[in-house]
């Protein structure tokens, strides 16, 4: 029996160390101690042994299936052992190999403006508010001092949804809710930033949709001198502190005197340069002494009341501090272009 034994080891043996994979190991596995094996037959058999040759041959079967175990697991550890180390070499992570760049955004350049001017005029005690593109005539012109049939409405090539509704075509619209709204009738100080459309044909200067900033501020004994004064104060916190605003008479009907308003051009210092074209100064926006007439329609006494009022173009604006020749990339959305705009890559 021991004879029997030990070659069935010995075979199994030979069979346990040419496997290579944990599959082969359980088909050994089966053919030496499964139930059609040859040891389990000798296990069978030894029912029919006297207690004598059961307890010795017993002994024979415990130590084959041991050594066998021992054999078996020795090999199963090595294919294991073989199989992991494979895996962590096929896996293997180099934690020295640069790390993928996400690209984040940035604030879009007529964002930068219109936030550079809400902080200004928010440190100078203005408040911020908005009003609504789908206007009303009458907010929009009427209470503007410009009635129907007026020519300066041709100053403004308005969409009309109907008669009386509109898109607003400037931010102006702001001040007759501003005033209207203000039922105490208390003094006003406030900035108005927000979208204008006009029936316009869009090329590297002009567009049927562009951002304003209105400003208006009514209170007692206001003059020309304040509105001097805080234009100035804008230019030069927006373009620099050498630069210097000069004032040329103009008209709008909802101010007066009006004017158009100029900074000296940043780039040339106001010599002559081609942003400029030679003139060395570059129109920023409209502003003026709010007409009598506008005060009284929006119940300000304009006896005890003066004020002042300004509206600026933001694209123009961003397009001179940023050197931008075309106002439709501030509308593409091309990302080439707003990469110049403190978009940063971050690993
Ligand atoms: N609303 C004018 C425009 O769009 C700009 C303007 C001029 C605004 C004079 C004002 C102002 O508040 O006083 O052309």
């Not at 304009?302 to 001179?320: I, W």
């Not at 990302?335 to 690993?347: A, G, I, M, T």
Request: net charge negative.
């Amino acid at each position: 029996m021991k004879e029997r034994l030990d070659s069935i080891l010995s075979s199994a043996k030979e069979d346990i160390s040419a496997c290579e994979n944990e599959t082969s190991m359980n088909v050994v596995k089966s053919k030496y101690l499964g139930k059609q094996s040859e040891f389990t037959s000798i296990m069978k058999e030894m029912g029919n042994l006297s207690s004598e040759e059961k307890k010795s041959i017993g002994m024979l079967t415990n130590s084959f299936r041991n050594e066998f175990n021992v054999c078996f697991d020795k090999r199963l550890g090595e294919i294991k052992n073989r199989e992991l180390n494979k895996k962590l070499e096929n896996e293997r992570i180099d934690i020295s190999l640069p790390g993928k760049c996400i690209k984040t955004g940035s604030l879009h350049p007529l964002t930068l403006i219109r936030e550079d001017l809400e902080d200004l005029f928010v440190s100078m005690g203005y408040d911020v508010v908005e009003g609504p593109q789908v206007e009303t005539d009458d907010n929009c012109f009427e209470k503007l001092n410009i009635p129907k049939d007026h020519p300066a409405r041709d100053m403004q090539d308005t969409f009309y949804i109907t008669e009386e509704m509109l898109l607003r075509s400037q931010t102006s619209s702001v001040q007759v809710r501003t005033m209207l709204g203000n039922k105490d009738k208390t003094p006003i100080r406030m900035v108005c930033p927000g979208k204008v459309y006009r029936r316009d044909n869009d090329d590297a200067t002009h567009s049927h949709q562009f951002m304003q900033m209105e400003g208006l501020v009514v209170d007692k004994n206001i003059s020309l001198a304040d509105l001097k004064g805080t234009l100035l104060e804008m230019a030069r916190a927006l373009l620099g502190k050498n630069t210097n605003v000069r004032f040329r008479p103009s008209y709008f009907g909802f101010t007066e005197p009006s004017y158009e308003v100029d900074v000296t051009c940043f780039k040339c210092g106001g010599k002559g340069c081609a942003l400029c074209k030679n003139i060395g100064w570059i129109e920023i926006l409209g502003s003026g002494m709010v007409h009598p007439n506008v005060l009284k329609m929006c119940g300000y006494d304009p006896e005890k009341y003066t004020g002042f009022a300004f509206g600026v173009g933001l694209e123009r604006l961003a397009m001179f501090k940023y050197g931008i020749t075309d106002l439709r990339h501030l509308y593409t959305g091309d990302v080439r272009f707003l990469d110049n705009f403190n978009r940063k890559d971050v690993e």
